[in-house]
């Protein structure tokens, strides 16, 4: 089975740019959640989402969003960049959407320049 | 406001001793903790988990221990073995029907062969 596949990989911006990461849970999963790790703070929370609903949202201003599509495919999407945004964005997927384990995928890599 | 803390950010450790990775955390209503581990490049694979009605949950060479009354937990691995060198993830759930974990900064564990 595969496990969650997150793309780009990489991917460099700059400041005023927007930009959208994409998920690919796992076959059968139908949550979804996404986390930003940074160096000095860790793993934050960011959303979830359950069969196409969000169910919840992290203390993050409105220029973070996202999506989930019929197929448990999400995106998220983050605005008008600015230089604190550089980060690694893991999106996690779960079956029961109960978070007893969560399957992260190896993320991507935003830098803004 | 750090809801858990890993206030050790490395700790090292030879080959075939134990490690012991060490867990606070503030929230009382957390009802359940979980361990990941982090290798560079990957995201966090989960590695055992502990429900707050429970003191000990263990898994082969990995246990975790939960002191409610000193809010502490603690992640043991004996013996250490050099591929267990990563970074561990303590993380804490609020709400059984989200999605959200809180998450400390993590320790890096070194075993030294």
């Known amino acids: 089975k595969a496990g969650v596949t997150q793309t780009p990989r990489y991917l460099i911006k700059t400041r005023g740019q927007q930009v959208t990461l994409s998920c690919s849970p796992i076959?059968?999963?139908?949550?979804v959640s996404w986390y930003q790790q940074t160096p000095g703070q860790g793993l934050q929370f960011l959303f979830e989402y359950f069969s196409e609903t969000q169910r919840n949202k992290g203390n993050f201003p409105g220029r973070f969003s996202g999506r989930q599509f019929s197929n448990s495919r999400s995106e998220m999407n983050v605005s008008t960049l600015e230089l604190g945004d550089s980060a690694l964005y893991l999106c996690?997927?779960?079956?029961?959407?109960?978070?007893?384990?969560?399957?992260f995928g190896s993320g991507t890599q935003l830098s803004v320049l | 406001d750090q809801q858990v803390k890993q206030n050790s950010p490395s700790l090292s450790v030879q080959e075939g001793r134990i490690s012991i990775l060490n867990c606070d955390y503030t929230n009382s209503m957390f009802d359940y903790f979980l361990w990941y581990k982090k290798y560079p490049a990957e995201g966090p694979t989960f590695l055992i988990s502990i429900s707050s009605i429970k003191d000990k949950n263990e898994d082969g060479r990995f246990t975790v221990f939960l002191n409610k009354s000193a809010k502490h937990l603690s992640l043991h691995i004996v013996p250490s073995q050099p591929g267990d060198s990563a970074v561990y993830f303590c993380a804490a759930r609020l709400d059984w029907t989200s999605e959200k974990l809180v998450f400390g900064k993590g320790t890096k564990l070194t075993v030294n062969p």
């Open positions: 076959s059968g999963h139908r949550s």
């Open positions: 996690a997927s779960s079956q029961t959407g109960t978070n007893e384990k969560l399957f």
